[in-house]
Nanobody, 124 residues
Framework: EVQLVESGGGLVQPGGSLRLSCAASGFPFSSYAMSWIRQAPGKGLEWVASINSYDTTYYADSVKGRATISRDNAKNTLYLQLNSLKTEDTAMYYC??????????????????RGQGTQVTVSS
């Protein structure tokens, strides 16, 4: 059974930083590209960043230069470092897995699995 468990969210002031983690199990993590997506209140799912199995990274324009996606295959863990946070970054953040290996998805949908999410709130 695929399990994705996010952690690391919280309340942070504008300009602050957070590091999100996603513990993965139930599938060969190192063989899959992985993504972070988010959903702000009242809005649809938005793609944030992806990383393929060769550690090539991809970012949405909205977070480019402020976010770093990474993975530790030995720990089956995906990370998202968010810096210079803005109020518009407030959302539930999910890690997401595509339906097939090596497939990089750069959209809010098309994933076979995602976690329960971790809330990021940016407010003064």
């Amino acid at each position: 059974e695929v399990q994705l468990v996010e952690s690391g969210g919280g309340l942070v002031q504008p300009g602050g930083s957070l590091r999100l983690s996603c513990a993965a199990s139930g599938f060969p993590f190192s063989s899959y590209a992985m993504s972070w997506i988010r959903q702000a209140p009242g809005k649809g799912l938005e793609w944030v960043a992806s990383i393929n199995s060769y550690d090539t990274t991809y970012y949405a324009d909205s977070v480019k230069g402020r976010a770093t996606i990474s993975r530790d295959n030995a720990k089956n863990t995906l990370y998202l470092q968010l810096n210079s946070l803005k109020t518009e970054d407030t959302a539930m953040y999910y890690c997401a897995k595509p339906p097939v290996t090596y497939h990089v998805i750069m959209s809010g949908g098309g994933y076979s699995d995602r976690g329960q999410g971790t809330q990021v709130t940016v407010s003064s």
